[in-house]
């Protein structure tokens, strides 16, 4: 009996080597629905934070497209990051990830929506891009008005919207992912429960602990000159000063 149970145990861990050459044979890669699986990440706007995300996710294990406007510039930070990572334009790096951050200078995030609107469709996307009329103009005064949730919700029509990462500075995001002790934390907002759940799998592979604030309304609690925007704080301090119950 024992004997044949290890028989079927032999039969069982081949058929999963055999599924797996397979799948690799064909191309496949884990998808976003496969429990706790790797999941493709377009980052569009690969500067100080698209940059450290990409490097926290491919050493999670994720894959990620990197790109900009002049991919080749990329190359030798795709070669640093390995065999995960890959150069793109953002066209193709939208196409690419079943999930894509947006991680440009607030002013070009109507020109995203625009242009990717078809392979951006349907899509949990990450923005972490900030209004800055110094740098962005009069678009930016108007957006801070409003809030940057309900804003990025007009200029990216139809994908899955989170706020996310917009509320630390790439310097920390780089030296406090994974620190000893408790982490710090990441605000989130969006209107899409599933998509909040997606996002806050990604903060905690990047090495933080993710704090759901509310819809995309609640987002300016954590916009550009809120009491937590770029603080370094626990989940437990950032719940407290925003007054969060959970």
């Excluded at 493709?40 to 894959?63: C, P």
């Excluded at 509320?167 to 406090?176: H, K, M, T």
């Amino acid at each position: 009996m024992t004997q044949m149970r290890r028989v079927a145990g032999t039969l069982r861990a081949a058929a999963v080597l055999l599924g797996a050459l397979g799948a690799l044979a064909f191309g496949l890669a884990p998808t976003a629905g496969a429990a706790g699986g790797a999941v493709r990440i377009g980052i569009i706007g690969t500067g100080k934070i698209g940059g450290t995300l990409a490097q926290l996710w491919v050493d999670s294990g994720h894959e990620v497209m990197i790109s900009s406007r002049h991919p080749e510039q990329l190359k030798d930070l795709a070669a640093k990051l390995g065999p995960k990572a890959r150069v793109g334009t953002p066209a193709e790096a939208a196409a690419f990830g079943e999930v894509v951050v947006v991680s440009v200078p607030y002013a070009a995030t109507p020109q995203v929506g625009h242009d990717y609107a078809k392979e951006l469709a349907g899509k949990v996307v990450l923005d972490t891009g900030n209004p800055y009329p110094e740098r962005d103009g009069p678009m930016a005064n108007l957006a801070r008005t409003k809030g940057a949730g309900p804003s990025s919700k007009e200029f990216l029509p139809g994908v899955r919207l989170v706020r996310a990462f917009n509320a630390i500075n790439a310097g920390s995001l780089r030296s406090e992912a994974h620190r000893q002790g408790e982490k710090f934390a990441i605000p989130l907002a969006s209107d899409d429960a599933a998509a909040l759940k997606e996002a806050a799998r990604l903060v905690s592979d990047a090495g933080f602990d993710p704090v759901v604030v509310g819809d995309l309304s609640q987002a300016r609690k954590f916009d550009v000159g809120s009491s937590v925007y770029v603080k370094l704080m626990t989940a437990k301090e950032l719940r407290a000063a925003l007054g969060l119950s959970h």
